[in-house]
């Protein structure tokens, strides 16, 4: 007898939690359908020297071997660790089949070994979307990437969160103004402030040879870039006579104006000047977003631009814009706050009461009826078990019709319905089972 | 410079392909949802010890390992080569938290080292609907996963199929009425009659000591079956005074007439009494699923009884009915008689031309518009191309509709609607856009 156990670090659900993730799921998938990005879904192995291609720490990868194989059998096939690497192979790939710009975007698992944590697991969903050009990648497209991910946000309905928007060159004009030489670092440090306490913070700064007054004046701008508002910030970087500056608050000015013309609630959104996401990846427009009072639980999605996505295959030029929802660690961090509420544990609506062979001829005909209406039930599967048990298996489950055809009813084609959540009870004539449940 | 390479027999799929596996995938989670089978979601992974239990040829199995660690870190994990074995672990480990019956649905990938071999892939989707219970599974269980997959198969829409059923304990029967005492070797045998020529089947049960007039009654019995009609085999076979005999023939009737009782066609069913699936394993009923025309090419459905689904893991028995689509497989069957015809490029059913900076705000209105009423769509990227070129990007994509608002018409509120399909064009009010896209 072997015991059956759960591998550490790698999620998985009752039913009752997977029909919430699967509702999580569906929701961005029609979010990101619904604004043109097409699914695709590459493998979840990928060849070494594709993954090595981009990524520097192999000590988070798993790679794959036969059992009875060698290792390094299958040319060293490796667990894809994010959705990025294996587009830009895709791209590659694929350059001369694919019509650019390209959208397209994948829901699926990706794989890690990390030192156990609090909200992190080995495998875990990430739901991306990305537009890929083989040209110019006008502005528009950052607009089009984060109003999809509010949109779908927006529609998983039951919590508020922030998106911080920033331009990144703006960041770096600003630092140079201080005269800082070394920015990549400086910009590393200032990406962790809302995780280490000020004092904590200015340590940091020191270290990398910054002097007070530099310091006070970081300081001071992410300050203003936390207490002002949105318009307030794009008004007061206006008035600098600075060419270069003009042309980023313009960009900002424009993702931010287009976010709102889309409808976007101004309230979502916020211009968050020392935003970063790292150092030298992304080239213009970075995201994070926060779920208000879960901020130090990290952000549930980000994004940002990069001027070429797959410069490692090919020498033709891909910039690219991504955003990304952490599904995973957003039901993680909703889990941690309370926010998730578990409710059904089947994804039957309605439950057809199982007793009298007689019975059982008009009673899959009901089913079959629902069915066709797109109504999710089942019929107990026992004739046998007494009335009262079958009903506590729908209660239990949290079914929320039961629906009895009495043996001497048949002939009257008249149906008892519970209204379970309700406690509601009807006699209903068969023909208009479809009025009551839908 | 990195070539970007697809792995052999990993599959991936350009869009348009891509769209039509999607299809494929939501008409069976949609159809196994009606039929009240609930999503479950296990990790990829399973612990060593866990697929030994069940699994003989581990010459099949790929592990996963760091990529600097130690093979066998992680308690030696695998990858799962089927849904089945993760779903035994799941019901030993929570069986005090499932309510049984316990019906539920897994769509998701497996992965299998195989030769290479047409139709084949190492990574490969399977689509299962199961019913597990902690107690005796009423026959109604078997006819439940037959008509789900029946639903799920017709509404994929455009091929012939048959689900050859059996009761498998009647096969049994008949062979020991032979007196043959090699039974699950000669049902091994019978189990191939589809893939050899009449020569080599007898040379195959001639060497486990079959004589010529088992041989020949074999083959009657087999030819039999495929001959007669479904009411001619039951009237056939009721007629015998044996008691098992009567049992099983009146459970296969079961089966079958509750089939028609749920709307079954009956062209979609036959009684197959050779049908066998492997030797022990399977203990009542069975099914497998032949496209017409393409039967050779093998089973693209199948399913079957199993007393007990979790014996390795826990002492309590767990009767457990199961069927499954082979999804990769069917695509792939199909393909290879050109079933499959690749249409649209992109989810996005309309496109927005992109031309004057006035017309924007108007144009991202009409997007959100059409997003709301669950049209997906795009806007052109970019605002600089000339329309001719838009007009051939969505053609490309075989995106159906272009809208344009011309500048000059804004204050009208008018817009031109061109179907790509038809040709058709027309001017149409702003306001009636939903009239006409839907």
Known sequence: MIKPQAISWFWENLPEAQIIEDKFKEIIRKNYSLSGFTPIDTPVVERLDVLLAKWADDNEVYAIHRVNGEVGDDSSLWLRFDLTVPLARYVAQYEWEISFPFRRQHIARVYRWERPQKGRY???????????????????????????????????????????????????????????????????????????????????????????????????FIRFSEEKTNTEILTFYSQFSNELLKTWIDELKYLYNNLINLWVEEKYLKINTSISRWLNYYTWTVFETFIVWAENLGSVSSGGRYDNLASNFTKNNYPWVWGSIGLSRLIAVLNSIWKIELDRKTVSKAMLVNMWENTLKNNLSILNILRNAWVSCEMYLDSETKIQKQLKYANNKKIQYAIICWLDELEKWVLQLKNLDSGEQLEIKQSEILNYIK
């Open 122 to 220: 080995r495998e875990f969903y990430q739901a991306d979307v990305d537009i890929i050009w083989n040209w110019d990648l006008p502005n528009f497209a950052d607009v089009e990437v984060i109003s999809t991910i509010y949109n779908s946000l927006r529609e998983l309905d039951f919590w508020d969160f922030v998106i911080n928007m920033n331009n990144k060159k703006f960041l770096s004009w600003f630092l140079q103004t201080l005269e800082i030489e070394n920015i990549a670092w400086t910009i590393s440090i200032i990406d962790k402030k809302d995780k280490v306490r000020y004092d904590k913070l200015k340590e940091m700064f020191f270290s990398v040879w910054l002097n007070e007054v530099q310091i006070e004046k970081i300081v001071e």
